[in-house]
Each structure stands twice: as C-alpha cells, then as structure tokens.
C-alpha cells in the first residue's frame, strides 16, 4: 500500500508550544499534501510541498519533505487550543487524482 | 469558497436495505471522490470520477456503486447494506483544469449505522 503513515499517532502539548508530526510513505510521489480534522467535520486542506521542494511555509505551519527518506513533517508553531484536531498526510498516485491518506495524529492542545 | 454538501449527517439503516449518499458540490470541479474513514484505519478510496457518467474504482469498492449523472452531484450507493459499512462516509471534489494533484475539498460526512 502507499498509503501514509503518520507519527506519532496522537500527542498532547500546552498552548504555546510547537507541535511537530510526521509521516512516512513508500513510493515516488509528485506532492504530498497536509489535511486537518476537527472532530465531526470533513478534512481541511492546510498546505501542498511538491517533490522538488524541500520546505514550505503558511503562516504558523512549517512543511518539510525529504523525498530520499519518503518523510515529511508538519511542524505548527506557538500552537493554539483552536488547533486541536486530526491530521494527516496525503501522497498522490503520480499519475494524477488518487490521493492515499494516512491514519492521522491526533493532536490535542491545552488551554 | 468551495462548498461541498452531504445530504445527511446521520444516517440509521437496516441490513439489507440499499442505501443512497448524496453529494454535491458548487464549483464545477470536474473530480470527485467517495471515501470512508473508520478509526485506525484512516481514509480509503471507495470510487472516484473524473467527469460525468465517468467512474473508477478505488481501494474497496466491494459491496458500493457510484453514479454521476450530473457535474455537481456524487452518488454513493450501498446495494445490500450490511454491518460491516457502518462507518464515517467522506465526499471529496477537486478541479481538473489547474491539473492533477489538486487539493481536496471535503464535506462534512454522514456518519452511517446499519443496524
């Protein structure tokens, strides 16, 4: 399967500090992309990196992508109790329109 | 902004019975996606549609139909529903004409029982 896997799976931190995630996926990709879940809603895009960039930024959230590695981390500085959901990576088929999405971690923030 | 929109939020059935999801959504996106999404499992691909009248199979289409008789509007059909699908239902739609790998646009889901 190609599918994502994030880490850690969930992760607690106060308000204020950064939360970082991870994920890991097996095959080449044209982009990976970075989706949130606030609980009970649909998924949100955040931010797309294509495979020949090595970081990208948008606003609060820092995305790095190491395609040697197959890793990406999504990296949410000075985090907020309004940033509490599930998050996940997704990879693409190559091809074109199949995105595969991980399991998601789950992050809670502390007011 | 994109909106997509998922005729229920919940939905109580019996096994057995054929089940319709509905999604539509308002930005003329030519792609649109029917996942679900169970805990620890993440989201899988059910079918997907490039255009109208167009489907392709995903991960796990067993045991679903789709039709797309429509640009706007998703169909997700349950033929038999059984225990097993109960489940959180995602519908996705993402343009074609800025190429592929395009953002996904979610609704909100319809969280299904079968009984």
């Known amino acids: 399967s190609q599918q994502g896997e994030e880490d850690p799976q969930a992760l607690s931190i106060q308000e204020g500090e950064n939360a970082t995630m991870n994920c890991s996926y097996k095959t080449s990709i044209n982009n990976l992309q970075w989706y949130r879940q606030n609980s009970g809603r649909g998924l949100v895009h955040l931010i797309l990196?294509?495979?020949?960039?090595r970081e990208k930024h948008s606003g609060r959230l820092r995305v790095t992508l190491d395609t040697s590695k197959k890793s990406s981390s999504l990296l949410i500085t000075a985090s907020r109790a309004a940033d509490t959901a599930s998050y996940f990576c997704?990879?693409?088929?190559?091809?074109?329109?199949?995105?595969?999405f991980g399991t998601g971690t789950s992050l809670t923030v502390i007011p | 902004d994109v909106k997509v929109t998922q005729s229920s939020r919940y939905l109580v059935k019996r096994t057995g019975e054929k089940v319709f999801l509905e999604c539509v959504q308002d930005m003329d996106h030519e792609n649109m996606f029917w996942y679900r999404q169970d805990p620890g499992l993440g989201l899988r691909l059910i079918y997907f549609?490039?255009?109208?009248?167009?489907?392709e199979k995903g991960d796990i289409p067993e045991g679903y139909s789709v039709s797309r008789e429509k640009k706007e509007r998703f169909s997700l059909i349950l033929e038999s529903a059984s225990t097993n699908q109960t489940s959180m239902y995602l519908c996705?739609?993402?343009?074609?004409?800025?190429?592929?790998?395009?953002?996904?646009?979610f609704g909100d889901g319809t969280r299904l029982s079968i009984l």
């Open positions: 990196i294509r495979s020949n960039e």
């Open positions: 996705a739609s993402s343009p074609w004409d800025r190429g592929p790998n395009q953002p996904q646009h």
């Open positions: 549609s490039y255009d109208v009248k167009m489907k």
């Open positions: 997704a990879t693409d088929n190559f091809t074109g329109n199949q995105f595969y």
